[in-house]
């Protein structure tokens, strides 16, 4: 499962089937489906990376950090400090 860019929106934001999700421009590994969870953004929301380097987060003002591809640089989106899966709301 290819990441899409933003200007088309998550192409897979209701899918989970199992599988990685891969940035669209280098293929790099991001996150599986098992750490995907349901969210009202456009951008793809998930608990956890599959490597240490998958993504990179920089802080662009206080509580929220830019995500990007971690080789690409390619943008994920945003990350919120205190923003995230309520419990009990994960499909797996």
Known sequence: MS???????EVFKHHFTAGV???????HQLFTSRSKYEHSSPWPAFTETIHEDSVSK???????YKVQCG???NGLGHEFVNDGP???SSRF
């Open 3 to 9: 990441f899409c860019s933003f200007f088309g929106g």
């Open 21 to 27: 999700y891969v940035c669209s421009k280098c293929n």
């Open 58 to 64: 920089h802080k662009e003002r206080p509580g929220a």
């Open 71 to 73: 080789k690409c640089a």
């Open 86 to 88: 309520t419990k009990g």
